[in-house]
């Protein structure tokens, strides 16, 4: 009995040196580091795997592909496989093209205030400048780096997540995130291959081809 306790005594010991909650102060500093080092490296592409969780599946749901961003809120999203999909934004119109339909939904910023500070919220957990406007967090030490954990202020953005989690590498890097939504969904989105490099703009323009079904859900 007494080694089973000392066995679980140390297992408590050892969660906590993996998951050390930081104070306010410390947290704030994080979140410095992490604007300067974005400051420093605007852009970046990666590889990803993502595992989506949901009641009506029967198993995880696993894609991959590829992402491009760059500050403020200009990126490309890719995900390869049996259905693959475009999602790029300009800064000023947004697109998600399905090839396999030959469908595209088409969205224009600075029409829609909700659809506006849904953009920049998701993006705020990439550059971190407007993090504070949108969420409420707190980090914690995990193993050699860090965990942001954010809850969203608006109950605009609380209809879409619940819960975001950032894991940050000991030199600032997202290595995955982890969304919640309010039906319980978990979406884990882990990162690697990341490059600090420029990403040409183009990369951030997109024009669906002729034979495409374009619809606009927000209206035009």
């Known amino acids: ?16 040196a993996r998951a050390a909650e ?28 993502e595992e989506k969780a949901s009641r009506l599946l029967q198993k995880p749901l696993i894609t991959s592909g590829t992402i491009a961003f760059t500050t403020p809120n200009l990126f ?7 259905n693959p999909s475009t999602t ?24 829609h205030s909700f659809f506006d500070d849904s953009i920049a919220a998701l993006t705020a957990g990439l550059n971190f400048n407007s993090i504070g406007q949108y969420y409420r967090f707190t ?20 209809r879409m997540m619940q819960q975001f989690n950032i894991w940050i590498t000991s030199d600032f890097l997202i290595s995955r995130t982890e969304t919640i939504t309010p039906k319980g969904d978990h979406v884990l989105t882990t990162y690697r291959n990341q490059k600090a490099e420029d990403v040409p703009k183009s990369t951030f323009t997109f024009r669906p081809p002729a034979d495409t079904k374009i619809s606009t859900p927000l209206g035009k």
């Not at 009995?1 to 969660?15: E, K, P, W």
């Not at 490309?76 to 049996?82: F, L």
């Not at 934004?89 to 910023?109: M, Q, R, S, T």
């Not at 980090?139 to 609380?158: F, N, T, V």
């Open 22 to 49: 930081l104070s306010p102060s410390e947290t704030g500093e994080l979140i410095e580091k992490m604007k300067e080092h974005r400051a420093k490296f605007p852009s970046l592409t990666a590889d990803f795997t």
């Open 76 to 82: 490309r999203r890719e995900v390869k496989g049996a």
């Open 139 to 158: 980090a914690s030490r995990e193993d050699s780096g860090y965990r942001l954990q954010l809850l969203p202020k608006s109950g605009g953005l609380k």
């Open 1 to 16: 009995m007494r080694c089973s306790t000392g066995v679980i005594a140390l297992l408590i010991i050892a969660a906590a």
């Open 88 to 111: 790029v934004c300009d800064g000023h119109e947004l697109w998600i093209y399905y090839p396999n339909f030959k469908e595209a939904e088409h969205y224009v910023l600075g029409q």
